[in-house]
């Protein structure tokens, strides 16, 4: 069995990553030792900043993952920023902003990171195309998904469950990346 780390403090991402990565012969163990996140204008950068700081004190076989949710009517924004937007304002500042916009599309990006000691990281990205709700729909997820609803869905990420949501998000696009990439390793 090969072990690999996820570094990361969100258990709502780990869980997915974990549930994603069961049928590998991978024990996935959740690391929470922070990184810097430098303010940019891309997701590849954050996470390639995030890895050369990890990989100075830690020598495991590691992933990294950053999101971010665009919204089309908002000029990409919260973009790279959205894990601050979401601990200032939240979803229902989101809903605020856009409470008298008609089109509400939007875009889900995900960029993992693979690292081993000695190997240049790997980078492997997903999209979910979707809009934003009028209102807060459902209890599971985190962060954004009670208020994205991807294309071709009825449910946001939060009225899903792991194994749906895994099966039409970001995350779960670029993981699939990831897996094809290491059963091939």
Avoid: W
């Avoid at 780390?5 to 991978?26: A, C, H, M, R």
């Avoid at 500042?93 to 693979?114: H, P, W």
């Amino acid at each position: 069995m090969r072990t690999i780390y996820f570094i990361t403090g969100n258990k709502g991402k780990f869980s997915e990553v974990k549930e994603k990565l069961q049928p590998l012969d991978i024990e996935l163990i959740q690391k929470d030792i922070g990184y810097p996140e430098i303010q940019t204008d891309s997701l590849e950068e954050v996470v390639r900043y995030g890895v050369k700081h990890i990989k100075e004190r830690f020598h495991s076989p590691f992933i990294i993952e950053d999101a971010g949710l665009f919204i089309d009517a908002l000029k990409g924004f919260p973009g790279v920023f959205s894990k601050d937007v979401f601990y200032t304002i939240g979803c229902k500042g989101i809903l605020k902003l856009l409470e008298s916009v008609k089109e509400r599309s939007a875009v889900f990006r995900s960029v993992y990171a693979f690292s081993e000691s000695g190997e240049e990281s790997i980078l492997f990205k997903g999209e979910s195309h979707g809009k934003i709700a009028n209102v807060e729909r459902g209890k599971g997820g985190f962060g954004y998904d009670p208020i994205f609803i991807p294309d071709g869905k009825t449910k946001t990420f939060a009225e899903m469950d792991i194994r749906e949501k895994n099966s039409v998000s970001h995350r779960g696009k670029a993981l699939d990346k990831l897996i094809d990439f290491l059963q091939r390793k």
